[in-house]
Structure formats: structure tokens, C-alpha cells
């Protein structure tokens, strides 16, 4: 039901879309006050999470080990598994960020023959991830070209490289085939695995359903409809100027694209999606693990009041005399001085 709901969500905002796209007043609202207040939530929404990820105390230093610790001249320590210093976390973060490493070494349990419970290896999960990711990023840096002027350099030859594949008109990018192969994938795995379905939320779908939403639109304008690229731009910059101008001629797909980038935009910060920004927060991550050459005091302690044992039993000795219970013998010589001094 989670799946259902979820696609039939998608296809209610790709409707109203279309439906709204065929008059003036619903174009303008699509094209100017949803994407508005779309950027407004992601950047308020986005700021306050990893605001308070970042004022969230964290009194011990939890970093995930999987090397040799830093202990003696002899002992070969593993700096990146297992970092002792800024440069060492920084090594681990960029991999973990760029590589998806902890991804990568990923294991999959499964009950094998005989009941025997097997753990393999899982590439397909890392390879689709790294896949999404790196191509969604391709696609949003291309995407620059519509909302600044000049186009920057390196935007050009992105979307050079990233078009060299010459067997459609116009030419067929990479990052867009990869993007929808990854997704799929994705949303297969989650259908076709009976321990991740169950885990599984009408989020979890909505999110992938949203994503696949936006690839199969922003494919649609460029090898199936054709939107005017001429218009588009022109209507970006000026939105990105903050004096919209709203041109009759945008297409009812690219009325649907900018309405759905608009509610992922939305969405984002009050999602899964928003772990882009706490993976940098993470304390078992961004944390040195120097613990047995640096000692770490709590900043947050305050001044406890103690009731020291012998404090105890000074109060309760009568009573514990006349319970037959024992008392500490040099506390007892310190009493028995004391009462002789007085």
C-alpha cells in the first residue's frame, strides 16, 4: 500500500500540472509561487536541521573503528580506518563522501542451504548508489547553463564530456541514462527484497517515485516534446532575478518538471534526503579517535554535590553498629580518636 500511495501521489502533482498549466493564472502560480515557497522551505527547513545537528552535544568522541588504533611506535596503525588526527578524518570523510567506502564494504546476510546463515558481498547496492548520486549531480551542474550568464566554463565542458555519446538529436547525456537505470534499480531493489520492503515507508517510495518523476519529465522536454531552450532560459533568469516573467509558451511537461523538482525542493529537509547535509555531522564519522593520547573532559559537567562513604557512615553509625554490620577500621580509629580528642 506504502507503493501505491506513494505513486498515485506523484501522479495527483503530475496532473495538476497539466491541469493547471492550461490557463494563465495556474501557469503563473506553478511557475512563480510554488517554486518561491519551495526555496524558501528547503533553505529555512535545510538550515534548521543541520543547525541542530550542529549545536547537538556530543560529551564523548564515538568514531567507528574498523583498523588498528594508534598505540605504540611498533604497532602499524591504520590512519584512515581508524584515524588519530584532523588529516586522518579528513581522508575518511572524503572517501566516505566521494566513494561511498563504508557502502562499498557492505555485507549481505542471507540463510544459505542447510539453514546456514552466508554473508556475501553487496557491489549492486554501492555501484547503484554512487551511480545516482554522481549523476544527479552531473545533472544539476548542467543544469547551471540555465540560470547564469555567461554559462561558466566548466559547465560547458561538463555538458561536453557528458554528451559525447552522438546516436540521438540531440546528442544523448550520460548522467540521464545513468540517472534512470540507478533509480530503477533502486526502486526495484526495494520492491524485489522482502527484508527492505518490510522496512519500508510510504516516504521511502514517495522520495524514489519523485526522483524517477523528475528524471522521466526533464528526459521527455529534451528528447520527446522539445521544450524551447531559448524561453526556458530566459524564464529561469529571470525568476533567479527575482522579477519572474512568466512566457505563454511554456509547455504543459515543463510545467510538471518545474512542479515536481518544486515539491522535491519541499520535501528535502523533511526527509531522508537531508542526510547530504548531516553525513558531516556525523560524530562516529568527523571525530578523531586520540583517545588513549588526549584526555577529553566533559565540557557540560557542573559542580555535583557527593556524599562520600565515610560521610555515610558517620550519619548512619548507630545504626550500623546496632545492625551487627561491620564498619571501615580506619574510619573507625579516626571516630574513636576524634571522641577521645573531645
Not at 543547525?51 to 594508534?70: E, N, S
Request: charged content about 15%; overall charge positive; some cysteine.
Amino acid at each position: 500500500m506504502n507503493v501505491l500511495y506513494s505513486l498515485i501521489a506523484v501522479i495527483v502533482l503530475v496532473l495538476v500540472g497539466v491541469v493547471a498549466g492550461r490557463g494563465d493564472g495556474g501557469r503563473a502560480f506553478i511557475a512563480v509561487a510554488i517554486p518561491y515557497t519551495a526555496l524558501a522551505v528547503f533553505l529555512v527547513g535545510f538550515c534548521y536541521r543541520v543547525l541542530r545537528w550542529a549545536w547537538t552535544p556530543v560529551p564523548f568522541r564515538i568514531p567507528t573503528t574498523c583498523g588498528q588504533q594508534k598505540s605504540l611506535p611498533w604497532i602499524k596503525a591504520n590512519s584512515i580506518d581508524n584515524p588519530s588526527s584532523g588529516w586522518g578524518v579528513v581522508a575518511r570523510m572524503g572517501l566516505e563522501v566521494l566513494a561511498f567506502r563504508s557502502l562499498f564494504r557492505n555485507n549481505q546476510a542471507r540463510i544459505g542451504d542447510k539453514n546456514r546463515l552466508v554473508f556475501g558481498e553487496n557491489k549492486f547496492l554501492w555501484l547503484g548508489s554512487i551511480a545516482f548520486h554522481w549523476a544527479l549531480l552531473i545533472v544539476v551542474l548542467r543544469h547551471l547553463r540555465l540560470l547564469v550568464e555567461p554559462v561558466p566554463a566548466f559547465v560547458l565542458m561538463l555538458q561536453r564530456v557528458d554528451g559525447f555519446f552522438q546516436i540521438t538529436a540531440p546528442s544523448l547525456y550520460a548522467s540521464d541514462a545513468i540517472l534512470l537505470v540507478a533509480l530503477a534499480y533502486l526502486l526495484f531493489r526495494r520492491l524485489q527484497d522482502p527484508l527492505v520492503r518490510y522496512i519500508s515507508f510510504f516516504t521511502d517510495y514517495f522520495a524514489l517515485f519523485l526522483l524517477l518523476g523528475v528524471a522521466i519529465s526533464g528526459m521527455l522536454m529534451r528528447y520527446v516534446v522539445r521544450a524551447d531552450i531559448t524561453t526556458v532560459k530566459q524564464f529561469a533568469l529571470s525568476l533567479a532575478a527575482f522579477h519572474p516573467i512568466v512566457p505563454a509558451t511554456l509547455g504543459a511537461t515543463f510545467l510538471v518538471h518545474l512542479l515536481l523538482v518544486s515539491t522535491l525542493a519541499a520535501y528535502f529537509p523533511f526527509s531522508k534526503l537531508v542526510h547530504m547535509g548531516g553525513v558531516f555531522l556525523s560524530p562516529t564519522r568527523n571525530l578523531a579517535n586520540n583517545n588513549r593520547r588526549v584526555r577529553h573532559i566533559n565540557p557540560w559537567n557542573y559542580p555535583v554535590k557527593t556524599h562520600s562513604y565515610a560521610e555515610w557512615e558517620e550519619e548512619f553509625r548507630d545504626k550500623i553498629k546496632a545492625a551487627g554490620i561491620p564498619l571501615d577500621t580506619s574510619l573507625e580509629a579516626d571516630h574513636a580518636g576524634k571522641a577521645s580528642a573531645d
